[in-house]
C-alpha cells in the first residue's frame, strides 16, 4: 500500500507537472504556420512574392472580370541587398537577427486573412453591424453590408508605416491649396493618422512619402523636356529605403505605397519599374490607357477648395428650382473638350455650355441652377468639377475615357452620375432629356447621400474622403497574400 501511494504522489507532483511544463514550452515557442487557411470563397494562387485575391468582399465579381491580371511574379535583381544583409544593417535592436523577416511578415498576413474571413462572413450571412454614426445602406452601394464590416475592421486593424526619410519639400510636403490640394492634405492626414504606425513590423502598408507636386515645382528645369532627372529623384529614394530597411526588398514594393494628384505621378512612377509594376499608386490621374490597374492602384478624386476647406461649397436648390437642364464652362483642354465646345457653345439655352462665363454668370451659382453639370477631362483624367457637382447638388455627367472612377470598389456610380461617351456628344440633350423625371431626382437624392464619401475634414471624420482612401488601400491589400521573396 505504501509504495502504491508512493507512486500515485510521484505521478501527481512530478510527472504531470513535467509533462505540463513541456506542453507549455512547446507551445509558446511555436512559429506561425507558413500555410494560411484562406476564404473559401476564392482560392488564392500562391507566389513567393504576391497572390492577388480579387475584391469579392465589396463588389461583385462580374465587376472583377474586367479587371487587369495581377503583374507576374518578379525575381530580386542583383542591385538588391539580401534579405540577410539588410536586416545586419539595421541599427535597431528590436529588429536584430534573431528576429525573422518572415515572422513578422505572417502574422500581418494571418490578421489580413482573419479580417477577410469576417468579411466574407458577414457578406454570406447577411450580417448588419452596430455602428453609432453611420451604417450605409441603399442601391449605391454595391454590398453595403460587406463593405460596413471591411470598414470597420480597416478602424480596428490597419497600420501605416511611413519613412522618415527625406527632408521637405520633396517628401513629407506638399502643398493643400490650389486644384492639386489634395494631395499635400491627405500626405499631410496620413502623417498625424491615428493609422500611422512607429513599429514598421507591424505596418500592413508602407507608404512612400514624395510628393510629385512638389517635384514638378522644385525640381523641374522649366523647357527641359527630359522626364529622367524627375524620375531619379523617385528611383534614389526607393533605392535609399530598399538599401536601409528591409520590407521594400522582401515583396518588392507589393505593400508600398505612393500619392499623388499631379498629372506626371505615373510618368515618374514609371522610372522605378517595380515601383510601377508591383506597389500601390494613389493618383487623381486614374486612366486605364496610361497604365492604371484598377485592381491594384487606388483613383483618388480631385478636389478644389478655395480656401482651404469646405467654407460655401455644400449644399443647393432642391430638382424643383433647377431651371438649366446642364452646364459646363472651362478651358478647352484637350480633345473632349474642344468635341464638347464644337457642337454645343452657344447652341442652346437648355445646355449652356461656356469656355468663358458670360459676365455676371457665377460659376458655383450655375452649379446650383443646374440639374446636370458635365465633368469632361482635360489634357488628363482628372477633373474637380466631379466632387463639385456633387458637393452642390448637381447630377455629374462624365465624358472621360478609360476613366476608373474613385470609390468604384464600393459605391455604384450609374446610381448617382450619368456616363456619356465621347461619341455620343452630339446627342447630350437627348440623352439626358430622356432620363425620366422620377429618375433625375432620385440620383441628385442619392449624389447628396453619396457626397459623405467626398468630403474633407480637419480633423478628418469617419466615411469622409480621407478614410475611403485608406479603405481602398486596405482593400487592395487585404486581396493580396503575400510571401517573403527569400522564403
Known amino acids: 500500500m505504501a509504495d502504491s ?28 504556420s507558413r500555410s494560411y487557411s484562406w476564404p473559401s470563397l476564392h482560392v488564392p494562387v500562391n507566389s513567393h512574392s504576391g497572390a492577388r485575391l480579387p475584391l469579392a468582399p465589396v463588389k461583385d465579381l462580374e465587376h ?30 528590436r529588429y536584430s537577427k534573431n528576429h525573422s523577416n518572415l515572422d513578422n511578415l505572417e502574422i500581418v498576413e494571418a490578421s489580413l486573412s482573419q479580417a477577410r474571413s469576417t468579411i466574407q462572413e458577414a457578406q454570406r450571412n447577411n450580417e448588419t453591424s452596430y455602428d453609432p454614426d453611420y451604417v450605409p445602406e441603399g442601391p449605391f452601394y454595391r454590398n453595403a453590408i460587406a463593405f460596413h464590416r471591411s470598414y470597420l475592421e480597416m478602424e480596428k486593424l490597419f497600420k501605416i508605416y511611413v519613412y522618415e526619410d527625406g527632408d521637405p519639400p520633396l517628401f513629407h510636403y506638399s502643398k493643400s491649396m490650389g486644384i492639386l490640394g489634395i494631395e499635400g492634405i491627405l500626405i499631410h492626414q496620413i502623417e498625424i493618422s491615428k493609422f500611422r504606425t512607429r513599429d514598421p513590423g507591424k505596418a500592413h502598408v508602407y507608404f512612400v512619402p514624395l510628393s510629385v507636386q512638389s517635384i514638378a515645382t522644385y525640381a523641374y528645369v522649366r523647357h527641359n523636356r527630359a522626364w529622367s532627372p524627375l524620375q531619379n ?11 536601409k530597411y528591409r520590407y521594400w526588398n522582401r515583396t518588392l514594393g507589393r505593400d508600398h505605397f505612393i500619392l499623388g494628384c499631379h498629372d506626371w505621378t505615373p510618368t515618374i512612377s514609371h522610372g522605378v519599374p517595380d515601383l510601377y509594376k508591383n506597389s500601390i499608386r494613389v493618383l487623381c490621374n486614374a486612366n486605364t490607357s496610361e497604365g492604371f490597374k484598377p485592381s491594384t492602384d487606388v483613383s483618388m478624386p480631385e478636389i478644389y477648395l478655395p480656401d482651404g476647406t469646405m467654407e460655401g461649397l455644400i449644399g443647393g436648390p432642391p430638382p424643383s428650382e433647377r431651371s438649366v437642364l446642364v452646364f459646363y464652362a472651362g478651358g478647352v483642354h484637350g480633345y473632349i473638350r474642344q468635341v464638347l465646345m464644337d457642337q454645343w457653345k452657344d447652341k442652346d439655352p437648355d445646355v449652356q ?74 446627342d447630350l440633350k437627348k440623352i439626358l432629356m430622356a432620363i425620366p423625371h422620377e429618375r433625375y431626382v432620385e440620383m441628385q437624392k442619392t449624389g447628396i447621400r453619396v457626397r459623405k464619401h467626398f468630403e474633407v475634414n480637419f480633423p478628418p471624420k469617419r466615411y469622409d474622403v480621407f478614410h475611403m482612401i ?12 503575400l510571401h517573403d521573396i527569400s522564403d
Open 64 to 93: 472583377n472580370s474586367t479587371a487587369p491580371p495581377p503583374p507576374p511574379a518578379t525575381t530580386v535583381t542583383e542591385e538588391q541587398l539580401p534579405i540577410k544583409q539588410v536586416m545586419e544593417n539595421e541599427k535597431s535592436a
Open 353 to 426: 455650355i461656356h469656355e468663358y462665363l458670360p459676365k455676371g454668370m457665377s460659376y458655383y451659382g450655375m452649379f446650383r441652377k443646374s440639374k446636370y453639370c458635365i465633368c469632361p477631362s482635360g489634357w488628363e483624367v482628372a477633373s474637380p468639377r466631379m466632387v463639385e457637382a456633387l458637393y452642390m447638388g448637381c447630377v455629374p455627367v462624365l465624358l472621360k475615357d478609360h476613366y476608373a472612377k474613385p470609390f468604384d470598389d464600393v459605391l455604384d456610380w450609374s446610381t448617382f452620375a450619368v456616363d456619356v461617351e465621347v461619341k455620343e456628344i452630339a
Open 470 to 481: 485608406l479603405h481602398s488601400l486596405w482593400l487592395r491589400r487585404i486581396n493580396i497574400q
Open 233 to 243: 529623384i523617385a528611383r534614389d529614394y526607393v533605392k535609399l529605403i530598399s538599401t
Open 5 to 32: 501511494s508512493s507512486s500515485s504522489k510521484l505521478v501527481y507532483f512530478v510527472v504531470l507537472p513535467l509533462i505540463f511544463l513541456s506542453g507549455l514550452v512547446i507551445i509558446l515557442n511555436q512559429k506561425p
